[in-house]
């Protein structure tokens, strides 16, 4: 009897102590006499979430293997909740399993089983809120686009293996520096300057966090000022069209760069140089994380750029790498052309470009004659 007493006494401090005499007492009780049946429910809406979240990762899974893209804010945040509540629940999944229970296991025991009960109710309601919260994600976007550093170029094989890739790094870790803000890679016409620049775009997309944007113009002998003012602009969606005065293009495309920071600034077939403000370009700084590569067939045109020491030359292949790449390139060789074929790849000067187009006019020739006929005309071109 005395025991009976008690066990409602600490019933009723237990009440008093959760401030819940204004709460109806069957709410609370049934937690604390009973808590079996509301841990059951908390279980499978566990089962339910973990379902939901396994659907949503899949989603983003897809996504950004194949479109790049990230979760949404709101994506993430879900994500979060669903892995607390799972947490606390697998928490509250353990107190219940050990809790103990008084008036001889009539009772469970009061205070410490309210407050479990609690949790389960609010969890409960949070789960629930987070189930329907996930059913209408799945049927929305979950995704964004990541925004673009720049657009990856098709693949260029370095040809040389010794000789590009040597000023393939050297270039590399210019740009990777803290000091060359303008880098300049120079060499005659056809020697690969263009492929170089191309393969940096695409390495620094894969492997660099250096840069939040690349913006690759191509200059050409004939380009004039307005056409590359419209290019480099509709790489930071600003559109240029419309306005004719070239300080007003300057001064805008100067304005909405400024508002950006650690710009790569390809400038390909640079044939002279130009001050990058006039254009509307800010000048590379260690503040803003700038820097500029260009090509040109010209170190003159690197010098007043102010490339200073950051200057690359392409060298021309050797000849053993000639000769490896001419064959490549015009697949099999009778042997009584093979000597005359060596001194028409010599006649390429090493250059990458000549080596690949004569050796593609030549491909599948078995003809001493145009041969020889073939290298009598570079012969004559050189002179």
């Given at each position: 009897?005395?025991?009976?007493?008690?066990?409602?006494?600490?019933?009723?401090?237990?009440?008093?102590?959760?401030?819940?005499?204004?709460?109806?007492?069957?709410?609370?009780?049934?937690?604390?006499?009973?808590?079996?049946?509301?841990?059951?429910?908390?279980?499978?809406?566990?089962?339910?979430?973990?379902?939901?979240?396994?659907?949503?990762?899949?989603?983003?899974?897809?996504?950004?293997?194949?479109?790049?893209?990230?979760?949404?804010?709101?994506?993430?945040?879900?994500?979060?909740?669903?892995?607390?509540?799972?947490?606390?629940?697998?928490?509250?999944?353990?107190?219940?399993?050990?809790?103990?229970?008084?008036?001889?296991?009539?009772?469970?025991?009061?205070?410490?089983?309210?407050?479990?009960?609690?949790?389960?109710?609010?969890?409960?309601?949070?789960?629930?809120?987070?189930?329907?919260?996930?059913?209408?994600?799945?049927?929305d976007t979950l995704t964004s686009?990541?925004?673009?550093?720049?657009?990856?170029?098709?693949?260029?094989?370095?040809v040389g293996e010794t000789t590009?890739?040597?000023?393939?790094?050297?270039?590399?870790?210019?740009?990777?520096?803290?000091?060359?803000?303008?880098?300049?890679?120079?060499?005659?016409?056809?020697?690969?300057?263009?492929?170089?620049?191309?393969?940096?775009?695409?390495?620094?997309?894969?492997?660099?966090?250096?840069?939040?944007?690349?913006?690759?113009?191509?200059?050409?002998?004939?380009?004039?000022?307005?056409?590359?003012?419209?290019?480099?602009?509709k790489k930071v969606d600003l559109?240029?069209?419309?306005?004719?005065?070239?300080?007003?293009?300057?001064?805008?495309?100067?304005?909405?760069?400024?508002?950006?920071?650690?710009?790569?600034?390809?400038?390909?077939?640079?044939?002279?140089?130009?001050?990058?403000?006039?254009?509307?370009?800010?000048?590379?700084?260690?503040?803003?994380?700038?820097?500029?590569?260009?090509?040109?067939?010209?170190?003159?045109?690197?010098?007043?750029?102010?490339?200073?020491?950051?200057?690359?030359?392409?060298?021309?292949?050797?000849?053993?790498?000639?000769?490896?790449?001419?064959?490549?390139?015009?697949?099999?060789?009778?042997?009584?052309?093979?000597?005359?074929?060596?001194?028409?790849?010599?006649?390429?000067?090493?250059?990458?470009?000549?080596?690949?187009?004569?050796?593609?006019?030549?491909?599948?020739?078995?003809?001493?004659?145009?041969?020889?006929?073939?290298?009598?005309?570079?012969?004559?071109?050189?002179?």
């Amino acid at each position: 009897m005395a025991e009976t007493i008690a066990a409602i006494d600490t019933l009723l401090s237990c009440f008093c102590q959760q401030n819940c005499l204004n709460a109806p007492i069957f709410v609370r009780c049934k937690h604390m006499i009973n808590p079996k049946k509301e841990i059951k429910k908390l279980i499978i809406l566990k089962t339910e979430l973990i379902a939901l979240k396994d659907d949503v990762n899949g989603k983003l899974h897809t996504a950004r293997i194949d479109r790049g893209e990230v979760p949404t804010q709101v994506v993430q945040f879900w994500l979060k909740n669903v892995q607390r509540i799972l947490e606390d629940t697998e928490l509250v999944e353990g107190e219940f399993k050990t809790s103990e229970r008084c008036l001889n296991g009539l009772l469970p025991k009061c205070c410490s089983n309210f407050n479990l009960g609690q949790r389960i109710s609010e969890l409960i309601v949070e789960g629930n809120t987070l189930t329907l919260t996930g059913t209408q994600l799945l049927k929305d976007t979950l995704t964004s686009q990541v925004p673009k550093i720049g657009v990856e170029l098709p693949a260029q094989t370095l040809v040389g293996e010794t000789t590009a890739q040597k000023s393939l790094e050297k270039v590399w870790e210019l740009l990777m520096d803290g000091e060359s803000r303008v880098v300049g890679v120079h060499g005659m016409g056809g020697i690969g300057k263009t492929k170089m620049a191309m393969a940096i775009n695409n390495r620094i997309l894969e492997k660099s966090d250096q840069f939040d944007k690349i913006i690759w113009v191509t200059l050409s002998k004939a380009r004039d000022i307005h056409g590359l003012q419209i290019d480099i602009a509709k790489k930071v969606d600003l559109d240029l069209s419309n306005e004719q005065d070239e300080i007003e293009r300057m001064g805008k495309l100067h304005e909405a760069l400024k508002r950006r920071k650690r710009i790569l600034f390809i400038l390909d077939d640079m044939w002279q140089e130009f001050p990058l403000g006039k254009i509307g370009v800010p000048e590379p700084t260690t503040d803003n994380g700038c820097k500029v590569l260009l090509t040109t067939r010209k170190k003159e045109v690197c010098n007043k750029m102010g490339c200073r020491a950051a200057i690359v030359k392409i060298e021309t292949l050797t000849e053993e790498e000639t000769w490896e790449l001419f064959l490549d390139k015009v697949n099999e060789l009778t042997p009584e052309v093979i000597p005359t074929a060596k001194l028409v790849a010599k006649e390429c000067s090493g250059l990458p470009l000549a080596i690949i187009t004569v050796a593609a006019a030549m491909r599948g020739n078995g003809d001493l004659g145009d041969w020889t006929v073939a290298l009598n005309n570079l012969r004559n071109f050189s002179n």
